[in-house]
Nanobody
Framework: QVQLVESGGDSVQAGGSLRLSCVAF????????MAWFRQAPGKEGKEREG??????????SYADSVKGRFTISEDNAKNTLYLQMNDLKPDDTAMYYC???????????????????WGQGTQVTVSS
């Protein structure tokens, strides 16, 4: 069982930065993948958009919309996943979710279907 708790969401102006954190309360697994997803307001009926992901080999993937602006990282000693978000845009406004899955994959998918465990989300609002 894995419990995920996100924090760090806030309201910022366009061009600003935020760092999201996700603490994973879990047993120690050698093989896993974790990712950040987001769901924009008014799009609750649509799939969550994968933003960035990382696996236990350190392989990383990003959505095209955030490449060069967002950075995913992890601190295994703290069981914490981070998402550094720079140059934020109003289109980045969304609820951001941390997700995790156990097991090895040699890639990092950004589709919600590949993740079993989810946090409750943290809200990011970017104003123009």
């Amino acid at each position: 069982q894995v419990q995920l708790v996100e924090s760090g969401g806030d309201s910022v102006q366009a061009g600003g930065s935020l760092r999201l954190s996700c603490v994973a309360f879990r047993e120690i697994y050698n093989d896993y993948r974790m990712a950040w997803f987001r769901q924009a307001p008014g799009k609750e009926g649509k799939e969550r958009e994968g933003v960035a992901g990382i696996n236990s080999d350190g392989l990383i993937s990003y959505a095209d919309s955030v490449k060069g602006r967002f950075t995913i990282s992890e601190d295994n000693a703290k069981n914490t996943l981070y998402l550094q978000m720079n140059d934020l845009k109003p289109d980045d406004t969304a609820m951001y979710y941390c997700a995790a899955a156990i097991g090895y994959m040699n890639r990092v998918p950004l589709s919600w279907a590949w993740y079993r465990y989810w946090g409750q989300g943290t809200q990011v609002t970017v104003s123009s």
